[in-house]
C-alpha cells in the first residue's frame, strides 16, 4: 500500500501488491487515480488486476482507471459502489471478468482484448454512459445478473466471429453497436436502437417500444428478429436499415404498429403478430 495520486499511479513492485480500498477512496477525494501493471516488473501479478473485496461505499466525483497488462478480474466479492459522478475505465491486454454487481454515478468504459463477460448474480447500474470494445472475444453475460444504464450503451467487438450476447433481464435506454457477429439484446421495457452494425444476426426482445432512432445506415449481415409485447416496433430516426437475411417481426398485444418506413433495404419480412403494418 503506499499513498497515490494522478501523477502518482499505483504500481506493483512485487507478486502479489495489495492496494487498499481506503488509500483508493482517499485518493479519489484529491484527483483521478490510475492502478497499473503496464510497466510493472516481469511477471509481477503476470500484469494482471484484480478485485478482490468490496468497496466501501464511495461519494468521488474523480475517475478510476485499471490499466492492466493482462486481464482485469472483479472476484464475485469485489462489489463497486460509487454514488458519485466518477467514472470507472477498466482497460486491459486480456479479458475482463466482472463477476460483482457495480454501482455507478458515472460512466463504465471497458477496453480489452479479450471477451468481455459479466458473470455476476446482481444488479448492476451504471448512471451514465456505457462503453465496452474487446477485439477478441466478444461481449457476454453469462451471470444471472441485470444490466442498467441511464445513458447511450456503445458497444464494439471488432474481429471475426466475435459475438454480443446481453440477454439477461436487462434496462437500457440507447444501445449502438459500432460492430460484431452475432447480437442479442433483451430489455425489460422500450429500448432505442442507434446505428448499428451487425455482421452476423441481431436478435432484440423487449417488453416496450423497440424504436429505431439511428440518424445513419444500419446493417445486419445475417437475419433480424425483433420481439416485443408492448409498445410496438418504429423507426423515429432518420436512418436506415439494410437486412441481407430475413427479417422476422413480432409486435403482440392490442394496438401494438410496426412502423418501418424509411428508405430501407429488406431480403424477406415475416411478420408473426403486429397490429398496423408499414
Not at 101 to 124: D, E, H, K, P, R
Request: proline share 2%; aromatic share 2%.
Amino acid at each position: 500500500d503506499q499513498n497515490i495520486n494522478a501523477s502518482t499511479p499505483f504500481i506493483p513492485n512485487a507478486s502479489p501488491s495489495h492496494l487498499s480500498w481506503a488509500t483508493i477512496d482517499t485518493a479519489l477525494g484529491l484527483s483521478a487515480v490510475t492502478v497499473t501493471t503496464v510497466g510493472s516488473p516481469a511477471n509481477a501479478q503476470l500484469g494482471n488486476i484484480t478485485i478482490a473485496t468490496a468497496s466501501p461505499v464511495l461519494n468521488r466525483n474523480n475517475k478510476l482507471t485499471l490499466d492492466a497488462a493482462g486481464g482485469i478480474t472483479i472476484n464475485s466479492g469485489g462489489t463497486i459502489v460509487n454514488n458519485g459522478a466518477g467514472d470507472l475505465e477498466l482497460d486491459a491486454a486480456g479479458a475482463v471478468t466482472i463477476g460483482a454487481a457495480i454501482t455507478l454515478g458515472g460512466n463504465l468504459g471497458v477496453t480489452a482484448a479479450g471477451l468481455v463477460n459479466f458473470t455476476g448474480a446482481g444488479a448492476s447500474t451504471v448512471g451514465g454512459t456505457m462503453g465496452i470494445t474487446t477485439t477478441a472475444g466478444g461481449i457476454n453475460q453469462t451471470g444471472g445478473g441485470t444490466l442498467k444504464v441511464t445513458g447511450i450503451s456503445t458497444l464494439a467487438a471488432s474481429g471475426a466471429g466475435n459475438d454480443i450476447v446481453l440477454g439477461n433481464n436487462n434496462d437500457f435506454s440507447t444501445v449502438v453497436v459500432t460492430s460484431g457477429n452475432n447480437v442479442t439484446l433483451k430489455d425489460i421495457n422500450a429500448i432505442n436502437l442507434g446505428n448499428l452494425t451487425v455482421g452476423g444476426n441481431l436478435g432484440v426482445t423487449a417488453a416496450g417500444l423497440v424504436d429505431f432512432t439511428g440518424a445513419g445506415n444500419s446493417t445486419v449481415g445475417g437475419t433480424m428478429g425483433i420481439t416485443t409485447t408492448v409498445g410496438g416496433i418504429g423507426q423515429t430516426g432518420a436512418g436506415t436499415l439494410t437486412v441481407t437475411g430475413t427479417s422476422t417481426l413480432a409486435a403482440s398485444g392490442a394496438g401494438n404498429d410496426i412502423t418501418l418506413n424509411n428508405n430501407n433495404d429488406f431480403s424477406t419480412v415475416s411478420v408473426t403478430s403486429g397490429h398496423n403494418v408499414t
